[in-house]
């Protein structure tokens, strides 16, 4: 799946989930994103401590978690841009989504957990 089929959608988004390994409960592995009619998981790349997009995840390794989302105050909001980052290594370890209400979330890759920023405008 491709951030920019994701905007191209153009769909509302009803729900995100976040999920840790077993072994770190309070650190973020992976991120569900339920639009109107399909789904999405955000991931870590364990061996590269990269961020991937796709369709699933292998959800028997991860337990859900109650770790607050910043993407819970884009409830019912599109998602108009998303951006794939590299860093100066060249691994893409970051994810950037701006939805209608200028929310932004950026999730960054840090020692195989992911961090969420909100992103505010000077």
Do not use: R
């Amino acid at each position: 799946m491709k951030l920019s089929s994701i905007v191209d959608l153009s769909e509302k988004l009803k729900h995100a989930q976040s999920y840790s390994f077993i072994e770190l409960p309070n650190e973020i592995a992976a991120i569900k994103l339920e639009f109107e009619t399909f789904s999405c998981f955000i991931g870590v790349i364990e061996d590269t401590d990269e961020i991937e997009l796709n369709q699933s995840v292998k959800l028997a390794d991860l337990i859900s978690s109650d770790i607050p989302l910043f993407f819970n105050k884009c409830y019912g909001l599109k998602l108009c841009w998303a951006w794939s980052m590299v860093n100066n290594q060249g691994y893409s370890d970051s994810l950037k989504f701006e939805f209608e209400n200028k929310q932004i979330v950026e999730l960054v890759v840090c020692a195989s957990s992911i961090i969420q920023y909100g992103v505010s405008e000077l």
